[in-house]
């Protein structure tokens, strides 16, 4: 008997597991491709590769898309005319504990899938199935994400564009306050580019009585946030631009000591991946011209760093007649989402599309407590996926 596709759902989210720790979710997600579809799955170590090869039956290739017994590679396909048609899904969950009134809560204390990454890979789970089902006419890949939440996960998977001579690439990501089931469109920049930036700076402690004996770094750390609170008012930039200020700390409710080292933390953000660079560049060397005048040492880290996801017009342009096709309603995005998706890095690298499926407009906002993912819209998922094949 089948698996229905909400039950496979509901397994993913109980096994919810942290960024780069996905090793359950791939389990699952692998048995249920071997047991229900015709791709042939591949283990790249931290995320998993499905292949179909429309030129060969029952979509086998043999060894992950290379020459099986009496047949050609599967990437050799394109060489025959078929083009190369990628989707990808995110399968990362977030540190946050989970909804107590759910009969399927994570297993995993403080980690769920509070952004919908268990409905996406299963929604691509299900492609796979109508594809194995009523075939296609391109070859079919598959991508099963890891670290989506942290923007390491597409950098290193966007490598299978040029190894698989990939030519166009989807994604699909759920969406709250949109109606439900609608297709969410966007040309250009849809999701900003964004990258956390990590300034300690470090003197010498001192007694609070003599701090004149001590080099305290909360002064020039606040000048640093008042820094970052001038972009606001800067219109030098193509778009938004944003610095966001997540967390400060020099010392403690020690009365009796000053401290000697502090650090804050900023988000940065923009609408273009130059612009917030830009601003990364304007703030650091304004912390590092600063600290030097206080005669503090300063250094400075970057993690999660993700481009902005800039959406090609003629990906979209499929995408809109797909859903029509389907008879889907079509809403345009007015303005770009603030924040940001990983899956900018598989659009340095080919034309492609991350396309928004609404939950609902009262549904509740992704990250959020209240959130689960709407099982409603994952055939809807499904099929818009299918018809872009067409």
């Not at 692998?30 to 579809?37: A, Q």
């Not at 492609?127 to 994400?145: K, P, T, W």
């Not at 804050?264 to 830009?278: G, I, K, N, S």
Request: charged letters at 25%; one cysteine or more; aromatic letters at 6%.
């Amino acid at each position: 008997m089948k698996k229905n596709i909400a039950e496979l759902r509901h397994e993913l989210h109980r096994c919810a597991e942290l960024s780069g720790c996905e090793e359950q979710t791939k389990i699952r997600i692998r048995e249920f491709l071997e047991k229900n579809t015709d791709f042939e799955v591949c283990d790249r170590g931290r995320w998993l590769h499905a292949f179909y090869d429309c030129g060969r039956a029952g979509g086998q290739t043999g060894d992950c898309g290379q020459a099986g017994a009496g047949g050609q590679p599967g990437a050799d396909a394109r060489n025959a005319g078929a083009r190369n048609i990628a989707f990808r899904a995110d399968m990362d969950a977030l540190p946050m504990a989970d909804r107590e009134d759910l009969p399927y809560r994570s297993v995993s204390e403080g980690v769920s899938h509070r952004c919908g990454h268990d409905g996406h890979s299963a929604a691509l789970c299900e492609l796979a199935r109508l594809v194995s089902e009523r075939g296609a006419d391109c070859n079919v890949h598959l991508i099963f994400q890891h670290a989506e939440e942290t923007g390491a996960g597409g950098a290193e998977c966007a490598q299978l564009m040029d190894e698989k001579n990939i030519d166009e690439i989807y994604a699909i990501h759920n969406w709250s306050g949109f109606d439900e089931g609608s297709v969410v469109l966007g040309e250009g920049t849809v999701m900003c580019a964004s990258e956390g930036l990590r300034i300690v700076m470090t003197g010498r402690p001192s007694h609070a009585s003599q701090p004149e004996d001590g080099i305290n770094p909360a002064a020039t750390l606040a000048r640093v946030v008042a820094k970052a609170g001038q972009l606001e008012t800067d219109d030098s930039y193509r778009g938004s631009a944003m610095a966001t200020i997540v967390g400060i700390n020099a010392g403690g409710r020690n009365f009796g000591m000053a401290p000697g080292e502090g650090e804050v933390d900023l988000t940065l953000r923009a609408l273009r991946e130059e612009d917030m660079y830009r601003i990364e560049k304007d703030i650091v060397a304004f912390a590092e011209e600063a600290a030097g005048e206080a005669g503090l040492e300063c250094c400075v880290e970057k993690q999660d760093v993700f481009p902005e996801t800039a959406n090609d017009a003629g990906a979209v342009a499929k995408v809109r007649a797909a859903a029509e096709s389907l008879g889907l309603a079509v809403q345009n995005l007015e303005r770009p989402i603030r924040s940001s998706e990983d899956f900018g890095w598989y659009q340095k690298k080919c034309p492609g599309a991350l396309v928004f499926i609404g939950n609902g407009r009262d549904w509740p906002q992704i990250h959020t407590k209240e959130y689960d993912f709407n099982d409603r819209i994952l055939e809807t998922t499904a099929e818009l996926m299918h018809a872009l094949l067409k």
